[in-house]
């Protein structure tokens, strides 16, 4: 899906993605987007918090499609 919303992205004439608040505790979800080419370019402290896991910071990710 990921992969799939790049090239539509591309195909739309958008030169760039980016994703908004991803729980830097999703490893998952941070180790698909550096996968995919996106990268870090901000950080929100304490974002948000898990009830179980505690604290943890909101990513921003971005690429250039």
Known sequence: MCQHSIATARDRGFSAMQ???VIGINTAATK???RNGFNIVGRIPDG???EVRGR???L???REV
Do not use: P, R, V
């Open 19 to 21: 994703f908004n608040e």
């Open 32 to 34: 698909l987007y550096a």
């Open 48 to 50: 948000y918090i898990d």
């Open 56 to 58: 943890s910071d909101l």
């Open 60 to 62: 921003i990710f971005h």
